[in-house]
T-cell receptor, first 114, second 114 residues
């Protein structure tokens, strides 16, 4: 039973480029969450999505960041015009339902902005 | 507002010693969920336990045990007879029903020396 898949595992971008991070939830899971772990900091919630809907994006920076979870295919976290401060580990999690369900995490994508 | 505090930044023990990780939380809700996750050096996040606020029974799973005390708003985690493979960062997290997002503590780095 495959777990949460994220790719790429490592991503290097130059300032001003775009970063696309992909997340395939566990089989049967329709709830996806994105978290960011900045260096020397804990994990911070960014966005919560269900298929084709953004439920809560209260943790997402207002500019340059967007997320989607289409009917078909993986969830995508997109960062436009990356800056050095975007360098972090980005984790995706999925759950069977919302509200207290266990969130299972993927291995993360380590983004480095040069 | 809810908050999770893991006051211990780092703990270093010798193999076979017991180690207890503290987690103190703040919430005004009567219903909530508490979690522990492990992040080994490889970087992924591994789910360890979920506890809802109405279940104060302590739990034991192999060498791991958890002590939940609502009176002191604590959910502490003990590793008995630690092993080198227990070396990791351990995160405590809180979720309000209907909120969906996990609020993480800053994490405690455990180093087990052979």
């Amino acid at each position: 039973n495959a777990g949460v898949m994220q790719n790429p595992r490592h991503l290097v971008r130059r300032r001003g480029q775009e970063a696309r991070l992909r997340c395939s939830p566990m089989k049967g899971h329709s709830h996806v969450y994105w978290y960011r772990q900045l260096p020397e900091e804990g994990l911070k919630f960014m966005v919560y999505l269900q298929k084709e809907n953004i439920i809560d994006e209260s943790g997402m920076p207002k500019e340059r960041f967007s997320a989607e979870f289409p009917k078909e295919g993986p969830s995508i976290l997109r960062i436009q015009q990356v800056v050095r401060g975007d360098s972090a580990a980005y984790f995706c999690a999925s759950s069977l339902a919302g509200g207290g369900e266990i969130q299972y995490f993927g291995p993360g994508t380590r983004l480095t902005v040069l | 507002a809810q908050k999770v505090t893991q006051a211990q930044t780092e703990i270093s023990v010798v193999e076979k010693e017991d180690v207890t990780l503290d987690c103190v939380y703040e919430t005004r809700d009567t219903t909530y969920y508490l979690f522990w996750y492990k992040q080994p050096p490889s970087g992924e996040l591994v789910f360890l336990i979920r506890r809802n606020s109405f279940d104060e029974q302590n739990e034991i799973s192999g060498r791991y045990s958890w002590n939940f005390q609502k009176s002191t708003s604590s959910f502490n985690f003990t590793i008995t007879a630690s092993q080198v493979v227990d070396s990791a960062v351990y995160f405590c997290a809180l979720e309000r029903p209907g909120d969906y997002k996990l609020s993480f503590g800053a994490g405690t780095t455990v180093t087990v020396r052979a």
